[in-house]
């Protein structure tokens, strides 16, 4: 079975200034997908950005940006220039190539301060 | 595209009774839609995965016939929370694949929020 910890709870940034949330996981797989969705006060469940596990290459989606460690089952998501409309919950998640199911980890609250 | 939809956004019950919620993807074909709850300030935990055309598969721990989960057809999926009780009180959320788009990827429905008096 698969498992994701996030292990911040809450975290907080300044407005325009980067902040790392992290992420890791347990699997005994080779290929894989790795997201992070933000859920903002509306609740609405929003993908920021996947990896393929099979790539080397981080993705980048404009200000979001992730560390994918493979070989330390990590995948952290930095986000540059904090806007307020970041505030949200952080939620990293893992995929099976081979199956469908997204396994979450606990969440990380993040706050951006003006 | 890759948008879902849920309704009701929130509903009051009472105890006993039975409530419906569905879920759309409006401009693709889901053919696997997935069923979430999410307490306060928790995560989400996945009760089933519900396939177009067949039984819905669930998550150990839920109980299917007091889940029950439709899928009619390759836009609308149903959950119908049958003899609802307070302590099903809580955010339901569904997510949908566009396979059109991506395999791998789920969209997520703006949730349902459930208050069982």
């Known amino acids: 079975a698969q498992t994701v910890t996030q292990s911040q709870p809450e975290m907080s940034v300044q407005e325009a200034e980067t902040v790392t949330l992290s992420c890791t996981y347990d699997?005994?797989?080779?290929?894989?997908?790795l997201f992070w969705y933000k859920q903002p006060p509306s609740r609405q469940m929003i993908l920021v950005i996947r990896q393929e596990a099979y790539k080397q290459q981080n993705a980048t989606e404009n200000r979001f940006s992730v560390n994918f460690q493979k070989a330390a089952k990590s995948f952290s998501l930095k986000i540059s220039d904090s806007q307020l409309g970041d505030t949200a919950m952080y939620f990293c998640a893992f995929m099976k190539v081979s199956g469908s199911r997204l396994t979450f980890g606990e969440g990380t609250q993040l706050t951006v301060n003006p | 595209g890759a948008v879902v939809s849920q309704h009701p956004s929130w509903v009051i019950c009472k105890s006993g009774t039975s409530v419906k919620i569905e879920c759309r993807s409006l401009?693709?074909?889901?053919?696997?839609m997935f069923w979430y709850r999410q307490f306060p300030k928790q995560s989400l935990m996945l009760m089933a995965t519900?396939?177009?055309?067949?039984?819905?598969?669930?998550e150990q721990g839920v109980e299917k016939d007091k889940f029950l989960i439709n899928h009619a057809s390759l836009t609308l999926s149903t959950l119908t929370v049958t003899s609802a009780h307070p302590e099903d009180s809580s955010f339901y959320i569904c997510?949908?694949?566009?396979?059109?788009?991506?395999?791998?990827?789920?969209?997520f429905g703006p949730g349902t929020r459930l208050t069982v008096l």
């Open positions: 699997t005994s797989e080779s290929n894989y997908y």
């Open positions: 997510s949908a694949k566009n396979p059109g788009r991506s395999t791998d990827t789920q969209y």
């Open positions: 401009d693709f074909q889901a053919t696997t």
């Open positions: 519900s396939n177009e055309g067949s039984k819905a598969t669930y």
